[in-house]
């Protein structure tokens, strides 16, 4: 099973970014734009496991003792850069505790062989992949300039940067994610409460 840990939308918040896309997905046609009930915010990318390490997982993910969490969701950006991007994100602006989150569960998996994230968190909220090739916001050996996003930069240029609210996370989750020809299905497969 292909597995991650995350936090979900609030509605009006999934909503407002719905409103959001319809208004810009046609200026990016080529780009593999995620599906609207698809947006989460990724803690933690644990990758495949065998059903049986399903359960030590949930058990790992049950133990931490984190606050809620405060994020805003505000402006864009897309990865590695502007000029060769690959991914079109939302920024997120959130209190100390999503940080410490992120750190905990990566901390808690630790144990059960799940490797530890190589690179600090960076919050954000991926909108869309470009077509073909990597969809990894990391530099990559060959990266360079290309036209990809480039009408939808122009168009996002001469607007006010979007604003799309502020929610708390009260819980976070433990998805499997299948992928298919029409984009991932991510299911839920258990929820963790947040003080």
């Known amino acids: 099973m292909r597995l991650f840990v995350a936090l979900d939308l609030d509605d009006n918040?999934?909503?407002r970014?719905?409103?959001?896309?319809?208004?810009?997905?046609?200026?990016?046609?080529?780009a593999r734009w995620v599906r609207p009930e698809s947006?989460?915010?990724?803690?933690?990318?644990i990758g495949e496991q065998s059903e049986?390490?399903?359960?030590e997982i949930k058990r790992a993910l049950a133990a931490i003792e984190a606050d809620h969490v405060e994020m805003s969701f505000r402006g864009y950006g897309f990865f590695p850069t502007a000029r060769a991007p690959r991914v079109f994100w939302i920024g997120i602006e959130a209190d100390s505790n999503l940080t410490s989150l992120a750190a905990t569960v990566n901390s808690r998996l630790?144990?059960?062989s799940i490797q530890k994230e190589e690179h600090a968190y960076n919050a954000h909220l991926t909108l869309a992949r470009s077509a073909g090739g990597s969809g990894s916001p990391r530099k990559q050996k060959g990266d360079g300039p290309n036209r990809n996003f480039q009408r939808l930069q122009e168009k996002l240029a001469a607007l006010p940067a979007p604003e799309?609210?502020?929610m708390t996370a009260r819980e976070f989750f433990l998805y499997q994610s299948q992928l298919s020809p029409g984009g991932s299905k991510y299911t839920k497969l258990a929820g963790f409460n947040l003080r």
Do not use: C, W
């Not at 970014?17 to 080529?30: H, T």
């Not at 947006?39 to 990318?45: A, G, I, Q």
């Not at 049986?52 to 359960?55: I, L, N």
């Open 110 to 112: 630790l144990p059960l």
């Open 39 to 45: 947006l989460h915010v990724t803690l933690k990318f």
């Open 164 to 166: 799309f609210g502020t």
């Open 17 to 30: 970014i719905v409103r959001f896309l319809d208004g810009v997905r046609g200026f990016a046609p080529e």
């Open 52 to 55: 049986a390490q399903v359960d």
């Open 13 to 15: 918040i999934r909503s």
